[in-house]
C-alpha cells in the first residue's frame, strides 16, 4: 500500500492545484488569497487614482502636491508586482501552453500600461523633455483592481472546487489486522500491507484491501463502490473490494490488490483523469479574449510600423501602439462573465441548484444526452413493502410480518431494514427468533417456538420442491420487486415484496427532457430485470445494467466520441468517474461526498426535475454571459481601428480620454443587464 500513500499525497497537490486554476484557466489562486490582494490592492489604488492624471483629463491628477508623481510611482509599482502577479504567471502558463487568453490579455494590459508610465515618468520628471508624455498609472490601478474583483466575485459564486479523490481514498480504513505467522493478528498500517498476505476483517469493519474470502461468510454493502443496492451475501471463495462495508459476519481474507493495483484506485485514476480532461475546456470568455488579444497585437504593432513610416515620429507611433493595447482590454471585460455567474449561482441557490463550475452553464445547452444512475437518483434508494400477505388460513398478517422481523433483525441487509422498520409501524409485537443463521445465499434460518422458521428467496422453494403460486410471484417479480417467502416448517405461510421507490418527479423529468429533444440514458449497477422495471415505468428506452464504475465512464465516452454533449446525473461513488468524464456532471444533493466533489453541479433537494430548472437557468445565464462580452468587448470593433488612427486623415482620432468613458459606460452596461437575469 505504499503505492496507494503515495498516491493520495500526489493527488491531494493535484487538487490544490486544480483550486488555485477552478475556472480561471488554472492560473488564479485559492479564494482567501485573492480576497487579500483585492482588498490590498484596492486600498493601494485609492491614492493613485487620486494623485494620478485620469487618462489625461486631469493634467496633475485630482489632488496634487510636491512628489506626488513619486508617490504614485512607488504605489504603482507595488501594485503591478502584488496584484497583478496572478495574471502575469496565468499569461506564462497560457503563453507555455500555447494558448493565449484571458490572462494574457489582462497581462499585456498590465505590463503596457506599467511599461509605457515607466517611460513617460522617467521622459516628465527626471529628463523633464518638452513634449509631455501621458502616463497610464490610473488606467493599471483600475485594471488591476476590476480584475481582481472580477475574479473574486466568480470564485465565490462558484464556491471552491471539492477534493473527490481525498474523500474516495478516506473509505479505506488506515490500518488492516494482519494475521501473523504463528496465527495471531496485528494492526499494521495499510501500506504495510502487500499481495498475498491474509487479513481479518471484523464485523461492520470496511474492508482494507481486495481480496478473496479464505474463511467466513457474512454481508457485503458495496454500495458505496460498484452501486448495488443491496447488501451482498458472500463466502468463502468470494471476492470483496477495498472500502467496501462488511456485514455481519468475521472473515478472513486474503489480498490480491493493494495501493495503484487495487478496485477503488482504479476508479480514482479514471476520476483524476476526467477531470484533467474536463479541465481543458475553453471557456467562451477565454475565446473572446484570445481573439481579441491576436487583434490587438496584430493592429497595435501594425499601428506603430505605419505611424513610424508616415509621421516619423517616434513618440506619436509609440502612444497609437500602447492605446490600441490598453483599450483592448476593457475594464468591463473582466466583470462581464463573473458579474453573471455570481447572479446565476445566486438565483440557483435559492432554487435548490448548487452550480460549482462556471463552464456548465455555457455548455448546457449544448446538452442532447442525459444519462441518470436509477438507485437514489430516479428512485429513493429505499426498499419499502409493496405487497405482504399470508399464504395459510392459519396465520394473519401480524404473525407473519412478526415471524420475518424476527429473523431479519439479525442482518443488516437494505430488505431486512424495511421489514423491521414495518413492524414497528404497527406497533406490533415482534416474536423472538434464536441461532439465526445464513442458509446458502438464499436466506435466513432460525427457531421461534422451537420451530424451525426459515425466510428465503424462490430459489430456496424451487430447489426444495415447496409449492407456491408461480404466477403471483410473476407478477410480482415484473413491477421489479425482490420477494421472500416465509416457511413455518418446511411450509410457504407468507410473502413478502418488497421494491425501491420511483421518486414523483422522475417520469416528469424524462417527459420534459423528451420534450427539449435530449435521450435519456439509465446507467445503473443494478441487476437487468430491476433496471429494466424502471426504465419502463419511466419511459427510458436506453438502459445499461450491471455497470462497475469503469463502465459508466465507457458509456459516456463512446456517447462522446459520436459528438453528443453528455450529462450524467448521479449519487455514489460509483458514479463519480462517470460525473467527472461527462460535460456536465449532476450529482444528488442527499449522495456521497466523493459524487457532490466529482459534479460540476448539486441538486441541493435531491429533485431529479431540478435537472430540467438548471438546464433552463444554464440555458438564459449563457444568453446574458454572450450580451456581456458584445458589451464588454464588442466596442473594440470600432474603438480599436480608432485607437490605431485609421481616421486620423480625417481628423478623427479616439483619445485616451474618449477610451475612458466608453469603457465606464460598457462596465456599468454589464452589471446592469447581469442584474436582469431572472429565474425563469
Known amino acids: 500500500m505504499e503505492q496507494n500513500h503515495t498516491m493520495k499525497m500526489d493527488m491531494k497537490g493535484d487538487m490544490t492545484g486544480n483550486e488555485k486554476g477552478s475556472d480561471m484557466g488554472g492560473h488564479m489562486m485559492s479564494m482567501g488569497n485573492l480576497k487579500q490582494k483585492f482588498w490590498v490592492s484596492l486600498v493601494v489604488a485609492i491614492p493613485v487614482l487620486l494623485f494620478s492624471p485620469m487618462m489625461g483629463i486631469h493634467a496633475s491628477g485630482l489632488l496634487s502636491f510636491p512628489g506626488a508623481s513619486w508617490v504614485v510611482l512607488v504605489l504603482a509599482t507595488f501594485l503591478f508586482f502584488y496584484g497583478g502577479r496572478p495574471f502575469l504567471s496565468g499569461a506564462k502558463m497560457e503563453l507555455k501552453m500555447k494558448s493565449p487568453a484571458m490572462m494574457t490579455l489582462i497581462a499585456m494590459g498590465i505590463i503596457v500600461s506599467y511599461g509605457y508610465s515607466i517611460y513617460a515618468f522617467i521622459a516628465n520628471n527626471i529628463l523633464r523633455t518638452i513634449d509631455h508624455k501621458m502616463e497610464f498609472f490610473w488606467e ?10 472580477g475574479h473574486w466575485v466568480e470564485m465565490r459564486a462558484v464556491g471552491r472546487a471539492g477534493n473527490a479523490l481525498q474523500k474516495m481514498a478516506e473509505l479505506l480504513p488506515g490500518s488492516a ?43 457485503v454493502n458495496e454500495s458505496m463502490v460498484t452501486g448495488e443496492s443491496r447488501a451482498i451475501k458472500k463466502g468463502v ?41 474536463k479541465s481543458r475546456v475553453e471557456s467562451i470568455s477565454d475565446k473572446v ?59 440557483g441557490a435559492t432554487h435548490g441548484l448548487l452550480i460549482r463550475n462556471r463552464n456548465a452553464l455555457e455548455i448546457a445547452r449544448k ?87 426459515k425466510l428465503v428467496a424462490v430459489t430456496y422453494l424451487n430447489r426444495n420442491r415447496i409449492p407456491y403460486d408461480s404466477a403471483e410471484f410473476d407478477r410480482l417479480a415484473r413491477q421489479g420487486n425482490s420477494i421472500s417467502y416465509l416457511l413455518w416448517k418446511e411450509e410457504a405461510i407468507g410473502l413478502v415484496a418488497q421494491g425501491d421507490q420511483v421518486k414523483p418527479e422522475a417520469g416528469e ?42 463502465d459508466k465512464e465507457k458509456v459516456i465516452e463512446e456517447y462522446q466520441q459520436k459528438g453528443e454533449k453528455v450529462m450524467m446525473v448521479g449519487d455514489g461513488v460509483n458514479d463519480a468517474p462517470a460525473l ?35 438546464l433552463s437557468l444554464a440555458k438564459r445565464t449563457s444568453s446574458k454571459m454572450v450580451q456581456n462580452l458584445w458589451w ?49
Not at 140 to 149: D, K, Y
Not at 517 to 544: E, R
Request: hydrophobic share 50%; aromatic share 4%.
Open 367 to 453: 446538452i442532447n444526452v442525459v444519462t441518470m444512475d436509477k438507485t437514489g437518483t430516479l428512485t429513493e434508494g429505499n426498499f419499502r413493502i409493496n405487497e405482504l400477505k399470508t399464504l395459510s388460513d392459519k396465520w394473519n398478517e401480524g404473525q407473519v410480518i412478526s415471524m420475518m422481523a424476527a429473523l431479519e433483525i439479525h442482518s443488516d441487509h437494505p430488505l431486512a431494514q424495511g421489514i423491521v422498520e414495518e413492524v414497528q409501524k404497527r406497533n406490533s409485537t415482534m416474536a423472538v427468533a434464536q441461532h439465526v443463521t445464513l442458509i446458502d445465499g438464499t436466506g435466513l434460518m432460525g427457531e421461534i417456538d422451537n420451530a424451525p422458521v
Open 140 to 149: 493599471l490601478a483600475t485594471l488591476i483592481v476590476i480584475m481582481l474583483l
Open 580 to 614: 467527472a468524464r461527462a460535460d456536465i456532471g449532476v450529482a444528488i444533493g442527499a449522495g456521497t461526498d466523493v459524487a457532490i466533489d466529482s459534479a460540476d453541479v448539486v441538486l441541493v433537494q435531491s429533485n431529479p426535475y431540478d435537472i430540467i430548472h438548471f
Open 509 to 550: 423529468t424524462i417527459e420534459a427532457l423528451r420534450k427539449e429533444h435530449i435521450v435519456s440514458v439509465m446507467l445503473t449497477g443494478d441487476n437487468p430485470t430491476s433496471a429494466m422495471t424502471i426504465a419502463k415505468t419511466l419511459g427510458i428506452d436506453n438502459v445499461h445494467a450491471s455497470l462497475l464504475p469503469g
Open 289 to 347: 479574449a484570445k481573439a481579441l488579444f491576436y487583434v490587438a497585437l496584430f493592429v497595435g504593432i501594425l499601428a506603430f510600423i505605419l505611424w513610424l513610416i508616415i509621421d516619423q515620429d517616434l513618440n506619436t507611433a509609440l502612444t497609437r501602439m500602447v492605446t490600441v493595447f490598453i483599450i483592448a482590454c476593457p475594464h468591463a471585460l473582466g466583470l462581464a462573465i463573473p458579474l453573471v455567474i455570481a447572479r446565476s449561482t445566486s438565483l
Open 177 to 219: 489486522h494482519l494475521i501473523q505467522q504463528d496465527g495471531s493478528t496485528k494492526d499494521v498500517p495499510l501500506q504495510e500491507v502487500r499481495v498475498g498476505q491474509q487479513v481479518t476483517v471484523k464485523l461492520n469493519e470496511r474492508i482494507p484491501t481486495d481480496g478473496k474470502i479464505v474463511s467466513g461468510e457474512t454481508t
Open 632 to 680: 464588454a468587448a464588442g466596442y473594440n470593433i470600432i474603438a480599436i481601428p480608432l485607437a490605431a488612427g485609421i481616421l486620423a486623415p480625417v481628423g478623427i482620432v479616439l483619445s485616451p480620454a474618449m477610451g475612458a468613458i466608453f469603457m465606464s459606460l460598457s462596465t456599468v452596461i454589464v452589471a446592469v443587464n447581469a442584474l436582469s437575469l431572472k429565474m425563469k
Open 237 to 277: 471463495g468470494a471476492t470483496v473490494i477495498g472500502g467496501s462495508l462488511n456485514g455481519n459476519g468475521t472473515l478472513v481474507i486474503e489480498v490480491t490488490g493493494t495501493g495503484e493495483s487495487g478496485y477503488l484506485a482504479q476508479v480514482m485514476k479514471l476520476v483524476r483523469d476526467a477531470q484533467q480532461d
